[in-house]
């Protein structure tokens, strides 16, 4: 049986970086569940398109901010593609998420549906740099979303959740391993 992966891009930001290039959006975050409606119904007509047993070994949604829309829009995403697809027990299932966007509730909506890996990045530890790069978060603001994340996979949960943090200058800043 083929396995595949399935990348489901997110366009939606708080605001636009100085430095970027990918197809994301500020301010249109009120087209995020008309948006999630058509991503799920080009899903099913591409499902229907493949005539073929086919396993889904991961799952990617990228963005743009994907953790800055609805994490119920999130739940009916998944669940969706798990109802198109047959999704293999230990696929890897990631979310992107953008440093404050994140909370506790969000945390255990993505766990409830599956979603085992949490992609965050940070491109520099110097407030300053950061805003000049227009991003909306500081370092502490980073440390505090990191550290829940954290907290929440250590809870006594049935689901995992990894995390996995992009930055461009130190690895350890955090404390962290
Ligand atoms: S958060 Fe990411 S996708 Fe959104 S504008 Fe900044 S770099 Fe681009």
Redesign the pocket.
Known sequence: MREIGIYVHVPF?VQ??AY?D?V?YADKIELSQQYIKEVKKEISAKRNEINEEIQVKTIYIG???PSYIKSALMVDLINHIRKEFVVKPDAEITIEA?PGSITQPKLKDYMSVGINRLSMGLQTTDNKLLNRLGRVHTYNRFLESYLLARQMRNEKCKYRFNDRYTWSNNRNITGYN
């Open positions: 930001c636009k970086c970027c990918f994301s963005g743009g901010t953008n």
